[in-house]
């Protein structure tokens, strides 16, 4: 076999190795890409419900990755959830970068209400 034969088997071996590695490469960021937005749980205190808006105001803790400490006016994927919130309610639920919005939302803890509100 000729030096030069040698040289373009070794260049086309090489072509093709970088090839198939660009490809995985590829693969890789499509399926990163295709998952979508990492959720992140956002836990919270009620502080206001607005059906009229569709928001909830709720008071929180920083979120790492997403915001800090304070309260916020959010709006919720679910109207339907609305009607069961109440002010003082602690929450759980999902939300993704970039998004003010509130996914899942669960009711974590309901403060008892007190006698002295019953009897009025």
Do not use: C, W
């Not at 639920?93 to 669960?106: C, E, F, Q, R, S």
């Amino acid at each position: 076999m000729t030096r030069m034969v040698r040289v373009a088997i070794r260049r086309a071996v090489n072509l093709i190795a970088m090839a198939a590695l660009l490809n995985v490469s590829m693969i890789g960021l499509l399926t990163a890409q295709q998952r979508g937005p990492k959720p992140i749980t956002f836990f919270g205190q009620v502080e206001g419900v607005s059906p009229e808006e569709k928001m909830i105001s709720v008071k929180h803790g920083k979120i790492s990755g997403y915001m800090d400490s304070g309260t916020t006016l959010h709006p919720v994927d679910q109207e339907s959830v609305l009607e069961r919130l109440r002010v003082g309610d602690d929450i759980r639920a999902t939300v993704y970068a970039n998004d003010l919005t509130l996914h899942h939302i669960m009711i974590v803890y309901r403060p008892a209400v007190s006698s002295e509100r019953n009897s009025k």
